[in-house]
């Protein structure tokens, strides 16, 4: 997917001033970080759990060539194939030979933030295959000719009323003939709507949760089972996953997923919980005729030898975006590329280049709200911090940003000057207030005065009056 | 422990300059829990602007500064926790190269508070001499909260006052969309989130708004005027201290 982060000051602008996005926003904002809270607090061993699969996720990454490795090795054992792709390009390749091999015309798929990644939609149009998303959320979106803007709940950005126009533009023909307005209605109309593509389907497309070591196996947790219908009705199945998904055993998978609904959802665990291992064996009634795993890297490798390294622990539950008032103010959208929210601060400009993605790490107050919530306990504001010091570093911040930041911090080592030029300061201000007490406007500060007023100095530094208090009171 | 403790007073930037009553507030409540307090001159700010922009040169020299100003007395206190914080959690580790700076960092961060966790957790404070008609609401500074776990002492303290009443302000740990440069950068999300707050405060129909950072307050208190809101917004230091006859944060001084 072609990034658009650089721009994410207009995108935000534009969220900001959106009324529906602002009423998702506003339900969304409170539903799941209230679960969150609810669910953890009920589970006596959340916070241990939360050590555990740290160590899981950090013993994987220590070992991840063995463990890749292996798991290729049992997943070719079980008669299914692996394929290393370097590129997103190398495996939207893949997919298309494997679609094309099968001589494919549509391809159900279940939600992937790889699908995203690579772009696998458009190219599989181009190619004449059609792709058709099964999860609710991502059936929306794609209807809506959008892409998700949260890596949990797809269309969170869109008010029930919209969907109803939306199912009533595209279903006119074939659904109920009038717009529907209970969820329930309209979730039985999407359902009668996949269910035919889901039978006539060549491929289907996945992604995954876990690739387990031990035994070959991936998974993906799903609360709608289009999951299980995609992987297991078309005769081929793909799996698409990035190489840090890997686990060493099933035990650890099952570990991790006790934290993982409970963060992302609230739930005890998804509603389905769905393990392949392999194609149908002899004798078997269900299941496919082959199976697949892209294994993608696009920047994952490079990331495990960096001071980044503790992004590839996420396991994509979406909690630091749910519970981040940045997110929850502007939406997914304004990121401007496949992953929003905090994770999306730290991986997106690591995986487009800092230059392309500079905006995420600093759009943030480092409030640390999504490093307490993170199940993997990733350091997300630490790691945005870093970001920050490589743009300086490498002099991407604005000229005149720069320039002020770097005038401060000389004055701020200078104690005498400091004082004097902060006096000129507060002395210029006060005149300014005019004694309301306030500022409604500033030279140089337009930032702070275009939404707020400066509340105006009380008059005297404290140490100048307490100087002349000699040390009193 | 010393009988006396002997406390340097970090003010902070923000108060030295905008609400010295706060530095006041502060020493005042100090002092009745036994501390000898000194302000030392040398101080301007913690680095945390450039800390947060990812200068390194910068805040390392500015950190030195702090430390060879502040690592004489027993205590460090600040009316801030993300100030305190800054010394607490960061100093540490912008040294993590240079072991006699880090060594001097750690000692400091290790007698660093934030003033109402301080006299709260460390001095034993229970109670203090205030009192104050009206009811308050209480916003949760994020570096306060979660870099050093200010979060009781702060509402068992403001119990203690007669005529006070608390009301809890739902999302209490939500950022209130200061976060220093961030407010500056991103103005428009900044002004999002912090008209959330203002309303979030307003309807709890507390009186006045409190919270234990300047920065914060200076935004809440801004939008609150923007807005033309009745909610009055000051440090939680000066209610504690019983210094709230001065106008609020962001007023005018009162006709006389």
């Known amino acids: 997917m072609q990034s658009q982060s650089h721009n994410f000051i207009g995108r935000a602008r534009k969220g900001l001033a959106d009324v529906d996005l602002q009423t998702a926003l506003a339900r969304f904002q409170t539903g799941f970080t209230v679960k969150r809270a609810e669910a953890a607090a009920k589970l006596p061993e959340f916070e241990a759990l939360r050590d555990e699969a740290v160590e899981i996720k950090d013993h994987s990454l220590e070992h991840?060539?063995?463990?890749?490795?292996?798991?290729?090795?049992?997943?070719?054992?079980?008669?299914?194939?692996?394929h290393w792709c370097v590129t997103p390009e190398d495996a939207r390749q893949k997919v298309l030979q494997i679609c094309q091999a099968a001589g494919a015309r549509s391809a159900t798929k279940s939600k992937s933030m790889i699908g995203e990644e690579i772009a696998l939609n458009p190219f599989l149009e181009e190619n004449n295959i059609a792709p058709i998303e099964t999860d609710l959320g991502e059936y929306i979106v794609q209807l809506a000719e959008e892409y998700p803007s949260h890596i949990i709940a797809p269309a969170v950005h869109k008010t029930k009323d919209q969907v109803s126009d939306l199912f009533y533009k595209h279903h006119k023909d074939k659904g109920a003939g009038k717009r529907l307005d209970g969820v329930e209605e309209l979730v039985t109309e999407a359902r009668g709507m996949l269910r035919e593509k889901f039978i006539a389907a060549d491929v289907g497309i996945t992604g995954a949760n876990f690739l387990v070591a031990e035994t070959g196996t991936t998974a993906i947790v799903t609360n709608e089972g289009n999951g299980d219908l995609t992987q297991i009705l078309p005769r081929v199945h793909i799996v698409l996953a990035t190489l840090e998904k890997v686990v060493p055993t099933l035990e650890d998978m099952t570990t991790i997923l006790r934290v993982l609904a409970r963060t992302a959802t609230g739930q005890e665990f998804s509603t389905y919980t769905t393990l392949s291992t392999g194609p149908k064996r002899a004798g078997e009634l269900d299941g496919p005729e082959a199976f697949h795993v892209i294994l993608l890297d696009n920047g994952r490798s490079?990331?495990?030898?960096?001071?980044?390294?503790?992004?590839?622990?996420?396991?994509?539950?979406?909690?630091?975006?749910?519970?981040?008032?940045?997110?929850?103010?502007?939406?997914?959208?304004?990121?401007?590329?496949?992953?929003?929210?905090?994770?999306?601060?730290?991986?997106?400009?690591?995986?487009?280049?800092l230059k392309e993605g500079r905006h995420l790490p600093n759009a943030s107050t480092f409030c640390g709200r999504c490093e307490a919530v993170c199940p993997v306990r990733i350091p997300l504001p630490g790691l945005m911090r870093k970001l920050r010091e490589e743009e300086f570093e490498a002099k991407l911040l604005p000229p005149r940003y720069r320039l002020s930041l770097g005038l401060w911090a000389w004055m701020a080592r200078h104690p005498r000057l400091y004082h004097l030029a902060a006096g000129f300061g507060r002395r210029a201000l006060n005149m300014l207030s005019r004694r309301q007490g306030r500022l409604t406007k500033v030279p140089f500060a337009v930032g702070w005065t275009v939404g707020r007023d400066m509340p105006a100095p009380e008059g005297g530094s404290f140490q100048a009056q307490w100087r002349r208090k000699g040390g009193r009171t | 422990m010393n009988e006396k403790p002997q406390i340097g007073?970090?003010?902070?930037?923000?108060?030295?300059?905008?609400?010295?009553?706060v530095g006041f507030a502060a020493v005042k409540l100090l002092e009745n829990a036994g501390c000898v307090v000194t302000v030392p001159d040398a101080q301007t700010c913690c680095g945390q602007p450039a800390h947060n922009s990812g200068d390194k040169k910068n805040s390392r020299a500015i950190a030195r500064q702090v430390i060879a100003t502040f690592e004489k007395f027993d205590a460090v206190v600040a009316p801030s926790g993300s100030c305190a914080g800054m010394i607490k959690q960061h100093y540490p580790a912008l040294f993590s190269d240079d072991q006699k700076w880090r060594a001097r960092a750690e000692a400091l961060a290790n007698k660093t508070f934030e003033l109402v966790s301080y006299l709260s957790d460390e001095r034993s404070v229970e109670s203090v001499n205030a009192t104050f008609n009206g009811s308050v609401t209480y916003h949760d500074s994020c570096a306060g909260l979660r870099e050093l776990g200010v979060h009781d002492q702060p509402r068992k303290l403001l119990d203690s006052i007669s005529g006070l009443e608390l009301k809890e302000l739902p999302g209490a740990n939500v950022c209130c969309g200061f976060g220093g440069t961030f407010c500056v950068k991103y103005p428009d999300i900044s002004t999002r989130m912090v008209t959330d707050k203002v309303a979030d405060a307003a309807a709890t129909g507390a009186g006045t708004l409190l919270a234990g950072d300047l920065g914060c307050l200076l935004n809440m208190a801004g939008r609150t005027t923007r807005e033309g809101r009745t909610i009055e917004v000051r440090h939680v230091a000066e209610v504690l201290a019983d210094m709230t006859d001065g106008p609020a944060i962001g007023q005018p001084e009162k006709a006389r």
Not at chain 2, 9 to 21: A, E, G
Request: aromatic share 12%.
């Open chain 1, 64 to 82: 991840l060539d063995f463990y890749l490795d292996h798991f290729a090795t049992k997943v070719e054992e079980g008669g299914g194939e692996v």
């Open chain 1, 302 to 353: 490079k990331l495990l030898g960096s001071e980044y390294r503790e992004i590839l622990r996420c396991i994509k539950c979406g909690a630091c975006m749910n519970h981040c008032p940045v997110y929850g103010s502007i939406g997914g959208h304004a990121y401007g590329w496949v992953y929003p929210g905090p994770m999306g601060a730290v991986l997106t400009p690591n995986l487009v280049g």
């Open chain 2, 9 to 21: 007073l970090f003010v902070t930037c923000l108060v030295n300059l905008f609400r010295p009553s």
